[in-house]
């Protein structure tokens, strides 16, 4: 009975076997993608004014350090910081006893080179005195009368006036002491809504791309809203510590309150316009400075271009050289993407 049932039993094990085997053979192995998938944008051509970035300082155009012409001891400063002034106000004065003494003495000196003069000239009349002699006392009134107005002039800058209407930002020196001539003592700005200017630096690539009268847009820090104004002035020569070139903006007549000192922030529009490309600002990568690299599909493959970046604006990237008008760039996936990847493209 046994012997009878070995050979049935190998039979169903060999069918089985046999069976599992052609199932395994049919069986076809899955195929997988190793595409990436990205969304790509078409770039834009357009021909736009590169901004001059840059800032600087609010100030008065009419603005000045004001100081008496001669030194001496300070008699009076009518003002205090802050104050209101007004143009042709007197300031400040000097004590006059040292000038006035000098006054007499020039006076003095003035009248007796008039005797002389007088004296000689008679006796020149007749025929006593030489003519070398006339000239000499002749030369010394002129002599002394040129003495005469200098002590007069002296004698008139011992006050100093309001050079605008305005407002005192600096009381440097006080009364009673001793000053020495040209040292500043009163800083006057004029509070005239024509007169505030934004003074900044450049380097000497964005200077070489201003001409004057550009347009430029400033923004303050105190304020929401952007204020507009124009090149007045570029310097000509560099600062000689910064080395960069002061430009003057004229603000054209803001309504709001300003002071002097606030701090801008300036962007400046030069005339000519340069050929540019726009793209979104995420399909950057690997940003550096002015650099940066994007890819683009070529066919079925990503390809990465080093860019020129011009300036961001928004969420646009603004590219000035390194791909043209209508390159497929690669916007979503690149962070994935390597030179040469197989891409597909999704909506």
């Not at 002129?142 to 107005?149: C, I, S």
């Not at 200077?207 to 004057?212: E, M, S, T």
């Not at 020569?237 to 080395?243: E, H, L, Q, T, Y």
């Amino acid at each position: 009975m046994k012997a009878t049932t070995h050979p049935i039993i190998y039979a169903y094990v060999l069918a089985a076997a046999l069976f599992t085997s052609a199932c395994k053979e049919e069986k076809k192995p899955e195929k997988t993608d190793d595409t990436i998938p990205v969304k790509i944008i078409s770039s834009a051509a357009l021909t736009q004014a590169q901004a001059v970035e840059t800032s600087g300082l609010l100030g008065s155009e009419n603005e000045a350090r004001l100081s008496f012409k001669i030194g001496g001891i300070i008699k009076d400063i009518l003002v205090k910081e802050g104050d209101k002034v007004r143009r042709g106000q007197l300031l400040a004065s000097l004590n006059t006893t040292e000038i006035a003494a000098q006054m007499g003495q020039a006076e003095e000196n003035f009248l007796k080179a008039q005797r002389d003069a007088r004296r000689v000239q008679n006796l020149y009349r007749d025929s006593v005195a030489t003519k070398e002699q006339l000239e000499n006392t002749q030369s010394a009134l002129v002599l002394a009368e040129k003495q005469l107005d200098i002590v007069k002039f002296n004698l008139s800058q011992t006050k100093i006036f309001s050079t605008a209407d305005g407002v005192v930002m600096q009381k440097l020196q006080n009364a009673g002491e001793q000053v020495q001539g040209g040292t500043p003592v009163l800083h006057v700005s004029s509070t005239s809504s024509t007169d505030w200017v934004v003074k900044c630096g450049l380097t000497d690539k964005d200077w070489a791309r201003l001409k004057g009268g550009e347009q430029a847009e400033i923004t303050f820090d105190a304020y929401p809203q952007t204020f507009i104004g124009r090149v007045k002035t570029l310097a000509q020569v560099s600062d000689a510590v910064s080395g960069l070139y002061q430009v003057e903006i004229a603000l054209n007549k803001p309504a709001a309150r300003l002071a002097s000192g606030l701090f801008a922030k300036v962007h400046i529009y030069p005339k000519e316009q340069t050929s540019m490309v726009s793209i979104p600002v995420d399909a950057l990568i690997e940003g550096e400075n002015d650099s940066a690299f994007v890819f683009v599909a070529d066919g079925n493959r990503a390809q990465k271009k080093r860019v020129k970046v011009a300036f961001l604006e928004g969420d646009k990237a603004f590219i000035l050289a390194g791909i043209g008008a209508g390159a497929r760039v690669i916007r979503e996936g690149s962070a994935y993407l390597a030179e040469g990847s197989a891409i597909r493209v999704v909506q």
